[in-house]
């Protein structure tokens, strides 16, 4: 795990918005094209914004989720609808999106469907709740075993918060884990307490403990107060 401190988050988001430029330019040279998954949330408009500003061949990008809550796309809470007003505009409008919720009516077949459609992420962005909850792997929910399971040959899943409205359609921490690098961006004295006890010990009562204590895919934190 590598850990980069940022006195204000301006200058978090800028570090980050370079480093995912250049690992996603460098997945296209290597291998042609590259996959984004972003998480929703009002955090990353910052991040998002400056993203589709920055020279990237993104005619060649695919841009997915992490996660999204189990709505219309144009429902206020879509995460869908946050990228496509944030990030696929200015020079990232040419990028392809694969949403993880294209009609609001049949989540198993939405979860179906995103299985079959299913990219590993050549750069994950995750953020984390002050319950310890990342993508939408929430404490408490009864497909968190499953989800939580590194095993799971399924890489996407339906979930149930039992403490945030909507049900939810995320990746798996195996599909996660798939990842070429994953990346949590988390700003706040509370999520840093959080996070430092996640660090402590692995517990499911933390979700994003097991992604801090794994290492199949590098992870970088990047966090601010």
Request: avoid cysteine; glycine fraction near 6%; charge should be negative.
């Amino acid at each position: 795990m590598n850990w980069l401190e940022f006195p204000e988050a301006k200058q978090l988001t800028d570090a980050l918005a370079n480093s995912i430029a250049s690992r996603l330019s460098a997945a296209i040279a290597s291998k042609g094209s590259a996959v984004l998954a972003v998480s929703g949330g009002k955090s990353p408009i910052p991040l998002f914004q400056l993203l589709s500003e920055m020279a990237i061949d993104w005619t060649r990008v695919t841009v997915t989720l992490v996660d999204e809550r189990f709505v219309a796309p144009d429902h206020p809470d879509s995460n869908a609808g946050l990228v496509r007003q944030h990030l696929l505009q200015n020079r990232a409008a040419p990028a392809r999106f694969l949403p993880l919720v294209r009609e609001a009516k049949d989540i198993d077949a939405e979860v179906a469907a995103g299985n079959r459609d299913f990219l590993a992420p050549d750069v994950a962005i995750l953020g984390m709740g002050e319950d310890g909850h990342t993508a939408s792997l929430f404490p408490g929910a009864p497909e968190l075993a499953a989800g939580l399971d590194p095993a799971n040959a399924l890489p996407i899943l339906a979930v149930t918060p039992q403490t945030a409205p909507h049900r939810r359609v995320s990746m798996s921490y195996a599909a996660l884990l798939r990842s070429g690098n994953l990346i949590l961006s988390i700003q706040g004295a509370k999520k840093r307490e959080v996070l430092d006890a996640a660090r402590r010990a692995v517990s499911d009562a933390l979700p994003i403990s097991h992604f801090l204590a794994q290492d199949k895919a590098p992870l970088d934190v990047y966090w601010t107060a």
